[in-house]
């Protein structure tokens, strides 16, 4: 079929659960690396960030890892809850650069 | 801190009219950034300004398109004439430098 807009991968979880939102990203000279939520009709949020001298960071109820060997960041989020009912991005940028270079998104569906 | 705010939030014009967006940046920002975000192409970097100047507007799809930052507190996109392929949700957001970025709400603008 034709497509008519970018393919956004979606995650569905049960409330309660824990939730991996995965992203590859290009350019191996990237050294600072953000995951936004966008809720409906909002703007992207920031929520947990990670520089590439470190593989994982815990915020609250999220964390982030980072593979730069095979460029691979992931979102972990516990215990899901509705409220994380959004589109999330990874966005990448390397230090001195003017432009954070943002993934497609996923959408996650929190099931109550 | 109120956050970066946006006006408009929602826009419906006729083609060919003139559209004025505009957006106030968190206080102590030193730079911002203008997006579009459609489901075609997700989330696209317009323009960018540090310290008020305009640094990349290699993003800016025409000469339709334009952007204007007068002082540290207030810039504004312009769409003259507008078409209806201009339809999009415009954000604005602003930070201390590339990376963090904190966004508004957007503007809704919807070309008939």
């Known amino acids: 079929g034709e497509s008519v807009g970018l393919h956004l991968p979606t995650l569905s979880v049960q409330e309660g659960d824990n939730s991996i939102i995965n992203c590859a990203y290009s350019n191996s000279a990237s050294d600072y690396f953000i995951w936004y939520k966008q809720e409906s009709g909002k703007g992207p949020q920031f929520i947990i960030d990670i520089r590439s001298n470190m593989d994982k960071r815990q915020g609250q109820r999220v964390t982030v890892l980072l593979n730069k060997t095979v460029k691979h960041l992931s979102l972990q989020i516990a215990a899901t809850q509705p409220g994380d009912s959004a589109v999330y991005f990874c966005a990448e940028i390397q230090t001195g650069a003017n432009n954070l270079f943002f993934g497609t998104g996923t959408r996650l569906t929190v099931i109550p | 801190d109120a956050g970066v705010i946006q006006s408009p939030r929602h826009e419906v014009t006729e083609m060919g009219q003139e559209v004025t967006l505009r957006c106030k940046p968190i206080s102590g920002h030193n730079s911002l950034f203008w997006y579009r975000q459609t489901m075609m192409r997700g989330l696209e970097l317009l323009i960018y300004?540090?310290?008020?100047?305009?640094?990349?507007d290699s993003g800016m799809p025409e000469d339709r398109f334009s952007a204007k930052m007068p002082n540290a507190s207030f810039s504004t996109l312009k769409i003259q004439p507008s078409e209806p392929r201009d339809s999009a949700v415009y954000f604005c957001?602003?930070?201390?430098?590339?990376?963090?970025?904190?966004f508004g709400s957007g503007t809704q603008l919807s070309v008939l």
């Open positions: 300004f540090n310290n008020n100047v305009p640094i990349d």
């Open positions: 957001a602003s930070s201390l430098w590339a990376g963090k970025l904190f």
